[in-house]
């Protein structure tokens, strides 16, 4: 959904104006008023679509969507500029200092219960469109799993949410509401998960079975990835199934063993998945789609602003202060990427690899290349100044390994070498101390990194991967384990090591060494905490990880191992939800509406 669509729905009923001392009656001819109407058009069906795909925008990618899904995990800290206040508050989340005032909260709060909205009464209106059913299947199949998306994005979040919004479970409302179906709980709780996986069979039947070469429509494989999401969420759940993990292997298997039909397949090299212009290659099989170096179409109109926007604000909010980081010598006041540039983006500092996610999960930094497809390595200088030409030398490198970092460092060099062990946070690097100049810097994500954007400051405008492939894959595997299938979730995890393996250059038998080293030689290897390990080599970055972790039960004992800076505050039987926004309880009209609250909050 390339272009820019919003939809304002005005409905005017019972409206009357009456003026003193006229004695004429004023009649109204209100030609410029949305009705319900429009959405019983062709065209204004697919502008209900369009919104709907539109609205996610603001789930992935701005900067408190990405907080809500990287914030204070195994994998993420923050950085010396984790924003504080009402306006985000990643400090909070990355603390488990949050409250239901906490500002990033309601990013996804307040973006889904409209959309969910619109979709209800898309579904409702298709059927009086004056198109093919043939059609009506496919648009009632897009309505659905985006549907879908929008629930499973609060449920994995909030726990239960309302599916009745004023006018009954999934019926369109558009008359005011000041209820909150969200009670009781567990009975919501289990229809939240029903919903959401009968829309999914639905689009897994009636999607068309390829995306396009050059969009991110929606076709068959997103709708069975997802659906294989779901039920593995639920399996975890309080109202699992006894079928959930088997149905999660089907749905996964169905296009793992189909790739030719569905269009999809891995790419040759890991670092490929995420390149700069191979944002519509085949792994990826759904992407929220913006358009790189088109502000005004991706939604954005205001670039220069951080946060509240469909901005892909990732771009930046991984990113270390490069700028900072002088030549080899602590006296050298040169500073050879001391411009900021639209490749390597705003140096904004909100979240910082944790020791774990370096030191552990992408321990293996040769034979495995996800740590290099996953985080820049290699500065290019943005200033001609000493030794150093603007745009061609190497302006510093960010070492893989301490040794490698004094192994090069003992050839005189303009440029500085960067050893781990200086890493801002990972390593311990502080002002003042020897190593003066990496002061708040660390390893920064690549994945999101977009050259197109026109200015360093502005957020990026690529689109942003919510189903690929090698998700399919893990998923998979971790549903065969969960049903005694130990070899096959080995075998399935192997194909992405071996992947992984693989690099540009690299003959068959370089690659198959590599892989030796990394693979996996027994199933008794595969447990659920190696498979989230896998998940990170896989998805670092990605607004996966909190969820990631709390519906599999894990969240508190990972981050008590793993982060230090939330590890004294994260607190088991609370911290596994995120809480209410207090805004929404404020507008409930109960006497008692802290009973919708959370526990703990």
Not at 169 to 192: H, K, M, S
Not at 489 to 513: T, Y
Not at 569 to 589: C, F, M
């Given at each position: 959904?390339?272009?820019?669509?919003?939809?304002?729905?005005?409905?005017?009923?019972?409206?009357?104006?009456?003026?003193?001392?006229?004695?004429?009656?004023?009649?109204?001819?209100?030609?410029?008023?949305?009705?319900?109407?429009?959405?019983?058009?062709?065209?204004?069906?697919?502008?209900?679509?369009?919104?709907?795909?539109?609205?996610?925008?603001?789930?992935?990618?701005?900067?408190?969507?990405?907080?809500?899904?990287?914030?204070?995990?195994?994998?993420?800290?923050?950085?010396?500029?984790?924003?504080?206040?009402?306006?985000?508050?990643?400090?909070?989340?990355?603390?488990?200092?949050?409250?239901?005032?906490?500002?990033?909260?309601?990013?996804?709060?307040?973006?889904?219960?409209?959309?969910?909205?619109?979709?209800?009464?898309?579904?409702?209106?298709?059927?009086?469109?004056?198109?093919?059913?043939?059609?009506?299947?496919?648009?009632?199949?897009?309505?659905?799993?985006?549907?879908?998306?929008?629930?499973?994005?609060?449920?994995?979040?909030?726990?239960?949410?309302?599916?009745?919004?004023?006018?009954?479970?999934?019926?369109?409302?558009?008359?005011?509401?000041?209820?909150?179906?969200?009670?009781?709980?567990?009975?919501?709780?289990?229809?939240?998960?029903?919903?959401?996986?009968?829309?999914?069979?639905?689009?897994?039947?009636?999607?068309?079975?390829?995306?396009?070469?050059?969009?991110?429509?929606?076709?068959?494989?997103?709708?069975?990835?997802?659906?294989?999401?779901?039920?593995?969420?639920?399996?975890?759940?309080?109202?699992?199934?006894?079928?959930?993990?088997?149905?999660?292997?089907?749905?996964?298997?169905?296009?793992?063993?189909?790739?030719?039909?569905?269009?999809?397949?891995?790419?040759?090299?890991?670092?490929?998945?995420?390149?700069?212009?191979?944002?519509?290659?085949?792994?990826?099989?759904?992407?929220?789609?913006?358009?790189?170096?088109?502000?005004?179409?991706?939604?954005?109109?205001?670039?220069?602003?951080?946060?509240?926007?469909?901005?892909?604000?990732?771009?930046?909010?991984?990113?270390?202060?490069?700028?900072?980081?002088?030549?080899?010598?602590?006296?050298?006041?040169?500073?050879?990427?001391?411009?900021?540039?639209?490749?390597?983006?705003?140096?904004?500092?909100?979240?910082?690899?944790?020791?774990?996610?370096?030191?552990?999960?992408?321990?293996?930094?040769?034979?495995?290349?996800?740590?290099?497809?996953?985080?820049?390595?290699?500065?290019?200088?943005?200033?001609?100044?000493?030794?150093?030409?603007?745009?061609?030398?190497?302006?510093?490198?960010?070492?893989?390994?301490?040794?490698?970092?004094?192994?090069?460092?003992?050839?005189?060099?303009?440029?500085?070498?960067?050893?781990?062990?200086?890493?801002?946070?990972?390593?311990?690097?502080?002002?003042?101390?020897?190593?003066?100049?990496?002061?708040?810097?660390?390893?920064?994500?690549?994945?999101?990194?977009?050259?197109?954007?026109?200015?360093?400051?502005?957020?990026?405008?690529?689109?942003?991967?919510?189903?690929k492939l090698g998700e399919t894959y893990l998923i998979a595997a971790e549903a065969a384990m969960q049903t005694g299938r130990e070899t096959e979730a080995m075998d399935l995890i192997n194909v992405l090591k071996l992947r992984a393996a693989n690099r540009p250059g690299l003959s068959a038998a370089e690659v198959n060494q590599r892989y030796n080293v990394i693979r996996l030689t027994s199933p008794s290897q595969v447990t659920l905490d190696f498979i989230l390990d896998e998940r990170t080599r896989e998805?670092?970055?990605?607004?996966?990880?909190?969820?990631?972790l709390a519906v599999r039960g894990k969240l508190v004992e990972r981050v008590k191992l793993f982060n230090t800076d939330a590890a004294s505050a994260i607190t088991e039987g609370k911290h596994e939800l995120r809480p209410i926004p207090q805004s929404q309880l404020d507008r409930v009209v109960d006497e008692n509406a802290a009973r919708y609250q959370n526990p703990g909050y």
């Amino acid at each position: 959904m390339k272009r820019s669509v919003n939809i304002f729905l005005l409905i005017t009923t019972g409206f009357f104006i009456v003026i003193s001392g006229c004695s004429k009656k004023l009649e109204e001819r209100p030609y410029t008023v949305f009705s319900t109407d429009y959405f019983r058009t062709p065209e204004g069906l697919q502008a209900g679509i369009a919104s709907l795909y539109s609205g996610m925008r603001y789930l992935f990618g701005p900067e408190g969507a990405v907080g809500m899904g990287v914030a204070g995990t195994d994998e993420w800290s923050m950085g010396d500029q984790a924003r504080a206040g009402a306006a985000g508050d990643m400090t909070a989340m990355c603390t488990y200092t949050l409250g239901p005032t906490t500002g990033a909260l309601l990013t996804p709060w307040n973006r889904s219960f409209s959309n969910i909205n619109l979709a209800n009464g898309l579904i409702q209106f298709s059927q009086e469109v004056p198109i093919s059913e043939a059609e009506r299947n496919v648009a009632q199949g897009e309505i659905r799993l985006l549907r879908a998306l929008y629930y499973m994005n609060l449920v994995q979040y909030f726990g239960a949410v309302p599916v009745d919004l004023g006018a009954g479970d999934l019926q369109f409302n558009q008359t005011p509401f000041q209820g909150f179906n969200r009670l009781p709980i567990e009975q919501v709780f289990a229809r939240n998960y029903e919903v959401i996986i009968e829309d999914l069979i639905f689009a897994t039947q009636n999607l068309p079975t390829r995306r396009p070469e050059n969009a991110f429509r929606l076709s068959k494989s997103a709708a069975y990835h997802l659906l294989s999401k779901a039920y593995i969420h639920r399996g975890y759940s309080s109202v699992a199934q006894p079928s959930d993990f088997q149905n999660a292997y089907d749905a996964a298997i169905e296009i793992i063993n189909n790739q030719a039909t569905y269009g999809a397949a891995l790419q040759p090299y890991y670092a490929d998945v995420h390149a700069v212009g191979n944002d519509y290659n085949s792994e990826i099989l759904f992407s929220i789609e913006r358009v790189p170096g088109n502000y005004a179409a991706s939604e954005v109109p205001n670039p220069q602003g951080i946060g509240g926007t469909k901005g892909m604000d990732a771009s930046n909010d991984f990113c270390g202060d490069y700028t900072a980081v002088r030549s080899p010598l602590k006296t050298s006041a040169t500073t050879p990427v001391g411009d900021r540039t639209v490749q390597y983006g705003r140096p904004i500092r909100r979240f910082c690899p944790t020791p774990w996610t370096y030191h552990v999960a992408f321990a293996d930094k040769k034979n495995d290349s996800r740590y290099e497809g996953t985080f820049r390595t290699v500065y290019i200088a943005s200033r001609t100044v000493g030794d150093f030409r603007a745009g061609v030398d190497t302006g510093f490198v960010m070492a893989l390994t301490n040794e490698m970092a004094d192994s090069m460092n003992a050839i005189p060099k303009p440029y500085r070498v960067i050893a781990p062990r200086e890493f801002y946070f990972i390593g311990g690097s502080t002002a003042g101390s020897a190593t003066e100049g990496t002061s708040n810097m660390y390893p920064s994500l690549s994945k999101y990194e977009d050259p197109a954007r026109g200015v360093p400051n502005y957020p990026g405008a690529r689109p942003y991967p919510v189903c690929k492939l090698g998700e399919t894959y893990l998923i998979a595997a971790e549903a065969a384990m969960q049903t005694g299938r130990e070899t096959e979730a080995m075998d399935l995890i192997n194909v992405l090591k071996l992947r992984a393996a693989n690099r540009p250059g690299l003959s068959a038998a370089e690659v198959n060494q590599r892989y030796n080293v990394i693979r996996l030689t027994s199933p008794s290897q595969v447990t659920l905490d190696f498979i989230l390990d896998e998940r990170t080599r896989e998805l670092c970055g990605e607004s996966t990880r909190w969820p990631d972790l709390a519906v599999r039960g894990k969240l508190v004992e990972r981050v008590k191992l793993f982060n230090t800076d939330a590890a004294s505050a994260i607190t088991e039987g609370k911290h596994e939800l995120r809480p209410i926004p207090q805004s929404q309880l404020d507008r409930v009209v109960d006497e008692n509406a802290a009973r919708y609250q959370n526990p703990g909050y």
